[in-house]
């Protein structure tokens, strides 16, 4: 029989934005081990709801890892305690009977607190607006392998493109800074032929939203690589740094 464990959680509530939020303690009873956290805490609003009171808001679609919705810090780790791991597939199995977590949204000052657990990361989006896209008239779609690309370019590219946008690197980091994510957006498209032509572009537009919207700098902390569900690396960052030290010095894109 699967074990099962009780646990107590001290729960950020928040009711809005301008709200004053507190910690809340909940008691998460008999919670099958081969449960995900998540599903622990549907089982806590469950219990919340029947009681009459508000359940936690927390963030969540896929629940399979791809779409970066889910993500919260328990006790001081963006996404829970397991390297590589989003927070909707974190299983309980991973905590002991009797343990006490500090579950709290993602805190960075340009992801305001919706509610609860539920942080805005539209300025996610407003970077990728301001230049993770191609768009080149490519003319019809040509015939597969007629752009050549060697095979570590395009593993280096699909790495890269890995990336969730969930925002733990942002969260992890003490300048909260989103220069993994950009990096990651911005390699993905740089090191394929087909992101060549906009790469300066690209390169200049984003990190200037970055900053625009409040994230701090990068000063090589390592906790956003270390925190990172998808195992983004730090080499991207190099690589945007050369991208945009190329981009400032070549172009006439500012
Ligand atoms: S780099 Fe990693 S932590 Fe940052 S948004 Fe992408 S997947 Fe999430
Ligand atoms: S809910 Fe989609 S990555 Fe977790």
Same mark, same amino acid.
């Given at each position: 029989? %699967? &074990?099962? /464990?009780?646990?107590?959680?001290?729960?950020?509530?928040? $009711?809005?934005?301008?709200?004053?939020?507190?910690?809340?303690?909940?008691?998460? =009873?008999? !919670?099958?081990?081969?449960m995900s956290f998540l599903e622990m805490l549907d089982v806590v609003n469950e219990q919340?709801t029947?009681?009459?009171?508000?359940p936690i808001?927390f *963030?969540y679609?896929?629940?399979?890892?791809? +779409? @970066?919705? +889910?993500?919260?810090?328990?006790?001081?780790?963006?996404?829970? &305690?397991?390297?590589? %791991?989003?927070?909707?597939?974190?299983?309980?199995?991973?905590?002991?009977?009797?343990?006490?977590?500090?579950? $709290?949204?993602?805190?960075?000052?340009?992801?305001?607190?919706?509610?609860?657990?539920?942080? *805005?990361?539209?300025?996610?989006?407003?970077?990728?607006?301001?230049?993770?896209?191609?768009? #080149?008239? %490519?003319?019809?779609?040509? *015939?597969?392998?007629?752009?050549?690309?060697?095979?570590?370019?395009?593993?280096?590219?699909?790495?890269?493109?890995?990336? /969730?946008?969930?925002?733990?690197?942002?969260?992890? +980091?003490?300048?909260?800074?989103?220069?993994?994510?950009?990096?990651?957006?911005?390699?993905?498209?740089?090191?394929?032929?087909? @992101?060549?032509? =906009? #790469?300066?572009?690209?390169?200049?537009?984003?990190?200037?939203?970055?900053?625009?919207?409040?994230? @701090?700098?990068?000063?090589? =902390?390592?906790?956003?690589?270390? $925190? +990172? &569900?998808?195992? /983004? %690396? !730090?080499?991207?960052?190099?690589?945007?740094?050369? =991208?945009?030290?190329?981009?400032?010095?070549?172009?006439?894109?500012?």
């Open positions: 029989m %699967t &074990p099962k /464990i009780s646990l107590a959680l001290k729960v950020w509530r928040q $009711e809005g934005p301008n709200v004053k939020g507190r910690l809340e303690t909940y008691y998460a =009873e008999n !919670i099958s081990t081969d919340l029947l009681d009459g009171k508000e808001a *963030d679609d896929c629940r399979e890892g791809i +779409c @970066g919705q +889910c993500g919260c810090v328990v006790s001081g780790r963006p996404h829970g &305690p397991e390297k590589g %791991t989003t927070l909707c597939q974190l299983h309980m199995r991973h905590f002991s009977d009797g343990d006490t977590l500090v579950i $709290e949204p993602f805190r960075a000052r340009a992801f305001k607190v919706v509610k609860d657990l539920v942080v *805005d990361r539209s300025p996610f989006d407003k970077i990728i607006q301001a230049g993770g896209y191609i768009s #080149a008239n %490519t003319g019809g779609a040509p *015939d597969a392998n007629n752009i050549l690309i060697p095979q570590d370019m395009a593993d280096r590219a699909m790495d890269a493109a890995a990336c /969730i946008g969930c925002g733990a690197c942002v969260a992890a +980091c003490p300048n909260a800074s989103a220069m993994l994510f950009v990096s990651a957006k911005v390699s993905h498209l740089a090191l394929l032929p087909q @992101g060549r032509p =906009e #790469a300066a572009k690209r390169a200049l537009s984003m990190v200037k939203a970055m900053d625009d919207l409040c994230f @701090g700098n990068c000063s090589n =902390e390592r906790e956003c690589e270390a $925190e +990172c &569900p998808k195992e /983004i %690396t !730090i080499v991207n960052i190099a690589r945007l740094n050369r =991208e945009f030290i190329k981009a400032g010095l070549f172009s006439s894109v500012v």
